[in-house]
């Protein structure tokens, strides 16, 4: 069980780049971090404009002094102070990723940053580095990670339940992109530029999040892949809003990912389905908390959050919030990641290498195995999909 109980004397002194008012996800960090108590926002810089940043922050109830018209100042200022950050969230455009991390690691800041984490696998393998060295964290917004029943997967997987994996399908798949709206969303209109955005769009934006679950649920690693990937809406060329992607997985499983923004009339279609040798389960974000889990010749059976039968020896089985029957969501599983990222943090801070160790968490690896999957796909795209080598 998940709750507000303190792990430790004070919350964690907390601050965001990005995630300014109007912005997509920022609300969700601010929610997901301060859920159980374990983080205070204290601090940010949340916006390009200085303005609109300190409006915003005071009106969240922040001292006006600690709202910063960018990170530079921010890390500079709150290293002065007795009472600065401890940690920060990063949720700015993806071009941005790196060099704010990289200041913040330096700044002696925990990190949480958005997806995907950099442009290319050497900076994001250079954050890791620096991570390393100043005993600091890396956690990775995988929102979809948190879920309870994506764990109860990992859990039937791990323990054999399918038998030998033999076929994953990913997808994340929606259709709210079909048409050219980028001409009146900036929101979109930094994701289909690649100066912003980064070598691909769909694929990074949300292949990688299904990506992320094959992960965490298999713990398979791509051996080689193939990609074919193309825009509808011309002028998003070169990045694409539509990408089909083969994968080889080391030991003979084999996997198809397919990352949509035309699936017209989808709302996220972010499904994932493990064949094994004996059993398949299938797991879809817009129905979290059940799990599908169908035995060859028996009738499919529905798990359900929540509920004694599941593997509540597993603690991301059990980080549930509420009993069975009553909904959890995308908000839950969010914040069960904060919960984690906060307990990880702590135990850094310690120097407890052993709980540190012990906490599950998408962590830097995660994220630089989203990099490589872009990565990746891209050359074999560029190669008219042919067969390219993952590592
Ligand atoms: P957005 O365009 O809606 O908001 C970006 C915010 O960052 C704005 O408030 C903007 O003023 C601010 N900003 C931009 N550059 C800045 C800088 N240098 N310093 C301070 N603030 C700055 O973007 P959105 O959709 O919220 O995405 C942000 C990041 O979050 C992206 O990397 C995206 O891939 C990721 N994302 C992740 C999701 C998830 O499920 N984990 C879902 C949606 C977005």
Redesign the pocket.
Known sequence: MFNEERHFEQPIRWAM??????????Y?HRNAAQRDGLFKLVAG?????PQ??RDFGVNLGMDAERCYA??AEMFEAEAKREDGIQAVSI????S??YE?CKAALEANLHVVC???ITFTTEEAEELKAIAASKNRVIGV????SGFPMVQQAREMVQRGDLGEVRVINMQFAHGFHNEEYEKND??LK??VSPEVSGPTYVL??IGT?AFYLCEVMTGLEVDRLSCMRQSFIKSRTPLEDNAHVMMEFKGGAVGTLWASAVNAGSMHQQKIRIVGSKASIEWWDEHPNQLRYEIQGEPPRILDRGMGYLYQDAEGVAANRVGGGHAEGYFESWANLYHRFALAFDAADRDDQETLEGIWFPGIDAGIEGVRLCEKCVESADQNAAWVEYK
């Open positions: 780049v990005g995630g300014g008012r109007g912005s997509q996800i920022g969700s810089a949340f916006d390009l404009d609109r940043c960018s990170y949720a700015t455009p993806n941005t990723h704010i958005e997806k995907p917004m995988y929102g979809y900036p929101g930094w994701r990074g934006d999040h």
